[in-house]
């Protein structure tokens, strides 16, 4: 069974606080992505990684960068968060050239006051 | 601009009744697409793919639809059950993107005992 842990389900920061999220895949997928979900507005791609230390930009990067050093984790960074990056975050992974389907982790719901 | 849309935020069935859910996309790129669902607190979880070369796939009680030229997907759920209320994403790529998904807004379902 695929798993994508996610490192807290519940988060509240302050504004301007630099935030960590953490994300490790236990299926040496290649493939791992860090979406945002907002009601109304669906999921959207905000990085993507498709290999160690490469990154790509989703839909929705400004404000975020990311970090893969391993294989296994792929870390979200708020530089300085603002209250509209209040969210459920979503990491997902996959594995390149199969069924395409990404498995995701339980999610970080993060506020920002 | 939202390539993957799903124009109904919410649907209710009585149990027993059969659920259709739908998805239109404008990209004609896309070839494969999938269904996840979704509960609170919890991160999507796979339901059923079809690839572009098929316009029907079915797994037990949930059946996807394609229509290419209307590039319009559907998901059957018959028969509904009360532990299918849950939110339902919709969700497409295209080959040689890196596997990068476009997700829709969700359509919320809720059966009814």
């Known amino acids: 069974d695929v798993k994508v842990t996610q490192s807290s389900r519940y988060l509240v920061k302050r504004t301007g606080e630099k935030v960590f999220l953490e994300c490790v895949q236990d299926?040496?997928?290649?493939?791992m992505f860090w979406y945002r979900q907002d009601p109304g507005l669906g999921l959207r791609l905000i990085y993507f990684s498709y290999d160690v230390k490469m990154k790509e930009k989703g839909d929705i990067p400004e404000g975020y960068s990311v970090s893969r050093e391993k294989k296994e984790r792929f870390s979200l960074i708020l530089e300085s968060a603002s209250t509209n990056q209040t969210s459920m975050y979503l990491c997902a992974s996959n594995i390149i050239n199969r069924v395409r389907e990404q498995f995701f982790g339980p999610g970080t719901r993060l506020t920002v006051l | 601009d939202q390539q993957v849309k799903q124009n109904s935020p919410s649907l209710s069935v009585q149990e027993g009744r059969i659920s259709i859910l739908n998805c239109d996309y404008t990209?004609?790129?896309?070839?494969?697409f999938l269904w996840y669902k979704k509960y609170p607190a919890e991160g999507p979880t796979f339901l059923i793919s079809i690839s572009s070369i098929k316009d029907k796939n079915e797994d037990g009680r949930f059946t996807v639809f394609l229509n290419k030229s209307a590039k319009h997907l559907s998901l059957h759920i018959v028969p509904s059950q009360p532990g299918d209320s849950a939110v339902y994403f919709c969700?497409?790529?295209?080959?040689?993107?890196?596997?990068?998904?476009?997700f829709g807004t969700g359509t919320s379902l809720t059966v009814i005992p």
């Open positions: 990209n004609s790129m896309f070839d494969y």
């Open positions: 969700a497409a790529s295209a080959s040689g993107t890196g596997n990068q998904f476009y």
């Open positions: 299926m040496d997928h290649e493939n």
